[in-house]
């Protein structure tokens, strides 16, 4: 899968000059994970609402959102966790097509 590259803050990279393209799966996680449901027209279910989960104590519910939606995506996630000292959430996924 290829798309058009991002900055860090999703908009357009033009840092070449250009366009690039480049592999997304990174910038799509990104998306999903600060999108809330109904955040995309399109699509209103696609979302983990991050926000929502900030001052929750258990990251168990947080985790299981964000697995869920990447296997929406389609994506199969391999491994996902959360450091509770300060919140960085790492995701071992790749999309299955790939």
């Known amino acids: 899968m290829i798309d058009i590259k991002q900055t860090d803050d999703g908009d357009l990279d033009f ?4 366009l690039e393209i480049v592999e997304p799966t990174g ?3 990104r998306d ?4 809330a449901p109904g955040d995309y027209k399109e699509s209103p279910a696609v ?4 926000v929502r ?3 929750d104590v258990e ?6 959102r964000i ?10 996630v391999k491994a996902l966790s959360c450091n509770e000292h300060d919140g960085k959430v790492d995701i071992d996924a790749e999309y299955e097509n790939d």
């Not at 999903?32 to 999108?35: D, G, K, Y």
């Not at 979302?47 to 991050?50: A, I, K, L």
């Not at 990251?59 to 299981?64: E, G, H, N, V």
């Open 32 to 35: 999903i994970l600060l999108a």
């Open 15 to 18: 840092t070449s000059g250009d």
């Open 53 to 55: 989960y900030m001052l």
């Open 47 to 50: 979302g983990v609402d991050s």
């Open 27 to 29: 910038q799509h996680q």
């Open 59 to 64: 990251p168990a519910d947080y985790l299981r």
């Open 67 to 76: 697995r869920k939606q990447m296997s929406a995506d389609g994506q199969k």
